[in-house]
Structure formats: structure tokens, C-alpha cells
């Protein structure tokens, strides 16, 4: 009778865990939770983090830093970055700035050097709090960031290049282009594209944020829209000019594709999806980035795409042959009395070009007042863009990429035929 009595009670009890295991509910999603108290904060920064629920032993660690007028749950509910953590297992610290306006400090001196205080400091103090209380890998750091979250990840990798491993800023300036010394916190001359430096000039902002460092800079990928009216476009390639100096590169590329038909990406330093520097130029677009697929883009970058296969690069496309054995792309961006353009020469012969002189006739009341990656003179009327010491070879099926920044009287018009080294190019 006991035994019956026991082989009851088990078989019921049996039966209440077998009832459980069915109607239990699944695991919880994970969820973004603020955190405060963590660490030096002199901006009064906020801290929100999301901590997927297949993260690792030692997970990756994502920063990703909002625009103006922003916050970091407002970023978090705008952008990839979530999903794809929840994908790849690697946590996102999202912060948010206080300040009127909502944007970061990327301008003031204690900004601009490790450890000098402002924003850097809370933000790294939110890295560090994630490695001790939630056992993130300090050898996987990474930042992203759009308009002044990209001004701040530029500023990250430069004060910090002991923290970050790799940064990838949608629509920045470069580091220090935005440094004012009278308090505010706007520097006109850098959002209008104006501030021109050499490449060693900008490295050499760099590398003042945190003299004496000597060990791995971060890597870097930028992006910017052609069409951006309020960080303009000349910002990207200034960016890129301070980026391959840090690493000692030279700024021709060493692969140009086409990922997407109105992206145009280049790479420094290598062909592969671990270069030091990479640069995705948007065709048509403002100051609207990142858009749908691009936070994927940085993930890969970053090498944080789980076991997945990076996709092989694009083998760069050779333009159609055309009558001459050349052809020229020439895009503007314009606003009420400048614009800069961008001048892409392909190489459509069988033959290497070695040593370039494109020549055009610049409209009507268009001069010159800079240019990047070539000579061009004179400022006005018909010109000639030469290259420079690092691009003159162009092979056949490749191209060379130079830019200029003019003012205009009202006719932002391109020129009606170009011609290489005497030969009369097709028109893209």
C-alpha cells in the first residue's frame, strides 16, 4: 500500500514538472536598462545598455553615439545596432549627452586629449564599467557614431587609441577640425568644408591628443552622403587624408568598388575587410546616415559578424570603352555661393597612364580655391588638374579620384569636355 501510495505521488509530481516544462514561458528579450554611477562623468552623460541574451564568456563591446537633439534610446530604437547584437552576441553601450541641443563636445581643448576631461571621459568610463560588471573584452572595443556621435568617434579613436580597437563614423569631421577656443560649441568653417589641412597636418592633431603613445592605432571607416549640406562633403575627404596618415598610408587607394550602385567605397592599406582605413562615399544623399544595410557594413568592418564569411571585395568594373581611351565622372555639391566637385578620370585604354594632366574649361564665374589629390591651375577660366607624387599611374581599367572646392556666381554647371594628356575623355 506505501509503495503504490509512493509510485502515486511521483508519477504526479512526474506529471506537474512534464506540465511545466510544456506551458513555460520563453526566455525574456533582452531590453535597454540605464545604468548610473559608472565611473568619472564631469558632463553628466547618461548610460543606457543592451545586453543580448546569447552574449559569451567575454563579449564584445559596441559604443554607439547619437546626433544632435538625439539620446541614446532614441539611437537604440533607430538603428540596427541592437539586432545585430542580438545576432552576433556583442553588448552596445548607448550614451546620451545633456547638454542644450544634445550633442557631444568634440571642440573644447579638454575634449580633445586623453584624459583632459568633457565627454570622452564619461563615455570611456562606460566602456570600462561594461568590462567589469559585465566581463567585456577589452581587446574588442569599438565605436560608432552619426553627425556629432561621427565627430565624437573620431575624437574617441584619437584621445583613446588605447580603448578603441576600430571607429566607424557616418557623416564626421575629422579630429580637431572642430576645435573652437572661445566656448562654443559650433565651428562653422569645418561643417561648411572649408578647413583644408595637409595629411600630416591633420595626423599630427592625432597624435598631440595623447603624446607619447606609440602602440596600435584603431582602425577607421567613414562615410558621408555627396549631396550633405550641414557636415558638407569636403569633410569626408579630409577624414580620409588624417585617418592613412595616422597609419602611414598613402592616400591612392588599393581598392576601389562599388558595394552598392550609389556607393563608392575605397580602401587603404590592403583589398580585404580588415583594412586600416575604409571610406564609403553615398551618391545623392544628405545628412541622413546610417541608412538601412550600412550598420551591417560596420559590423563586418569591425570583424564582428559571428563565424559568417566576410564577403570577398568587389573586383573593380572597367567603364565602357568609349571613343578615346578615357572617361570622366564629374559630380557637384553646391550651396548659395560655393560648391566642390568630384573628379573621377578612368583609365579605358589597354595602355598605363603614367603621369596625368586633365584639361576643362571652368564656367563662367567658378574659381578654384582649393582641390585635393592633384594641382589644378589656373584658379579659373581653362584649367588643368595634375596629379600628385602618389597617383600618376593609372592602370588600364582603374581610375584616379581628385576634388576641388570653388565659389560660383550663380552657374554650378560642370564642363562641357575634358580632355587627358591631349585625348579627348567620354562623359559619365
Not at 254 to 259: A, F, K, N, R, Y
Not at 273 to 300: F, K, N, R, Y
Not at 302 to 329: E, H, N, Q, S, Y
Not at 338 to 362: D, E, H, K
Request: aromatic share 10%; with cysteine.
Amino acid at each position: 500500500m506505501r509503495m503504490r501510495t509512493l509510485l502515486g505521488a511521483v508519477t504526479a509530481a512526474a506529471a506537474m514538472v512534464v506540465a511545466g516544462l510544456v506551458t513555460a514561458s520563453p526566455a525574456s528579450p533582452a531590453s535597454l536598462v540605464e545604468v548610473t554611477n559608472f565611473g568619472a562623468n564631469p558632463s553628466n552623460l547618461r548610460m543606457h545598455l543592451y545586453v543580448p541574451n546569447n552574449v559569451g564568456a567575454r563579449p564584445p563591446i559596441l559604443v554607439a553615439v547619437h546626433y544632435c537633439t538625439g539620446s541614446g534610446p532614441a539611437f537604440y530604437s533607430g538603428t540596427e545596432f541592437a539586432s545585430l547584437a542580438d545576432r552576433y552576441g556583442f553588448i552596445v553601450i548607448y550614451p546620451s549627452a545633456t547638454r542644450s541641443g544634445n550633442c557631444f563636445d568634440v571642440s573644447s581643448p579638454q575634449a580633445l586629449k586623453h584624459d583632459g576631461g568633457s565627454d570622452p571621459v564619461g563615455i570611456v568610463s562606460m566602456v570600462k564599467y561594461v568590462e567589469q560588471h559585465n566581463n567585456g573584452d577589452p581587446g574588442r572595443v569599438y565605436v560608432t557614431g552619426a553627425s556629432s556621435g561621427g565627430m565624437m568617434t573620431n575624437v574617441l579613436l584619437g584621445d583613446y587609441p588605447d580603448v578603441f580597437k576600430a571607429g566607424a563614423a557616418f557623416m564626421g569631421v575629422p579630429f580637431g577640425c572642430f576645435a573652437t577656443s572661445d566656448g562654443s560649441g559650433w565651428n562653422s568653417a569645418c561643417a561648411n568644408g572649408t578647413i583644408i589641412k595637409t595629411p600630416k597636418e591633420w595626423g599630427d592633431l592625432v597624435r598631440g591628443a595623447y603624446p607619447g603613445y606609440s602602440g596600435a592605432r584603431p582602425r577607421m571607416q567613414v562615410w558621408h552622403g555627396t549631396d550633405d549640406t550641414t557636415l558638407r562633403y569636403p569633410n569626408f575627404q579630409e577624414e580620409i587624408k588624417q585617418w592613412t596618415d595616422v597609419h602611414g598610408l598613402s592616400q591612392t587607394p588599393s581598392l576601389t568598388d562599388h558595394p552598392q550602385s550609389t556607393w563608392t567605397r575605397t580602401r587603404y592599406g590592403g583589398t580585404g575587410t580588415d583594412v586600416p582605413v575604409e571610406a564609403i562615399s553615398i551618391q545623392g544623399v544628405g545628412h541622413s546616415l546610417p541608412q538601412s544595410g550600412m550598420a551591417a557594413a560596420v559590423i563586418q568592418f569591425f570583424g564582428l559578424a559571428g563565424g559568417t564569411t566576410p564577403t570577398p571585395p568587389t573586383t573593380p568594373t572597367p567603364p565602357p570603352p568609349g571613343d578615346g581611351t578615357c572617361k570622366v565622372t564629374y559630380t557637384t555639391n553646391a550651396w548659395n555661393t560655393g560648391f566642390t566637385a568630384s573628379v573621377t578620370v578612368a583609365n579605358t585604354g589597354s595602355t598605363p597612364v603614367n603621369g596625368w594632366s586633365l584639361a576643362f574649361a571652368l564656367p563662367a564665374g567658378q574659381t578654384v580655391t582649393s582641390a585635393w589629390n592633384a594641382t589644378v591651375s589656373p584658379a579659373s577660366g581653362q584649367v588643368t588638374a595634375r596629379n600628385v607624387s602618389y597617383n600618376g599611374t593609372i592602370a588600364p581599367g582603374s581610375s584616379a579620384n581628385f576634388g576641388f572646392q570653388a565659389t560660383h556666381t550663380g552657374d554650378t554647371g560642370r564642363p562641357s569636355s575634358f580632355t587627358l594628356n591631349g585625348t579627348a575623355c567620354t562623359l559619365g
